[in-house]
């Protein structure tokens, strides 16, 4: 069975609720017409601001939502990632996103060759590589 994430269980249940907001709000307050309504003198009554304004409203608050819970945290996770990558050295004990553990022996620009059990040297791409604390 496949783990969801926080971040992304929080933005469904934060989009279903704001859909149903978004339900909600449109079914109370009366669409704007062309036609101006009259008050009891016969005088024209403008139209509400939520009458008017409401939708775009609770489009620009779902644009915030998902923008403060999907796109900024994983915005601030490609930095990290940038920076450990750039902070690869000579012996540190590394992770392949294949899962291969090894130390690396020498580094290039996009390339990392690493040493693992057995004395075998991989050359993987230097973006597959994650630190290990403790590989066993």
């Known amino acids: 069975m496949k783990k969801v994430s926080k971040t992304g269980l929080m933005a469904g249940l934060i989009s279903v609720l704001l859909i149903a907001i978004m339900v909600l709000a449109t079914g109370c307050f ?3 017409t062309t036609t101006a309504t009259t008050g009891e003198n016969g005088e024209a009554v403008p139209p509400s601001f939520w009458s008017q304004y409401g939708m775009i409203f609770f489009l ?77």
Not at 76 to 83: F, L, T
Not at 105 to 133: F, M, Q, S, Y
Request: hydrophobic share 45%; proline share 4%; no cysteine.
């Open 30 to 32: 009366p669409a704007a």
């Open 60 to 136: 620009v608050a779902i644009f915030a939502i998902f923008y403060f819970v999907m796109i900024r945290p994983q915005r601030k996770r490609q930095k990290e990632q940038q920076a450990m990558i750039a902070s690869l050295q000579k012996g540190d004990k590394i992770m392949t996103i294949g899962g291969i553990y090894g130390t690396i022996e020498n580094l290039n620009e996009t390339t990392v060759i690493i040493k693992v059990e057995g004395g075998t040297t991989l050359k993987v791409a230097r973006t597959a590589v994650n630190p290990v604390k403790d590989a066993s």
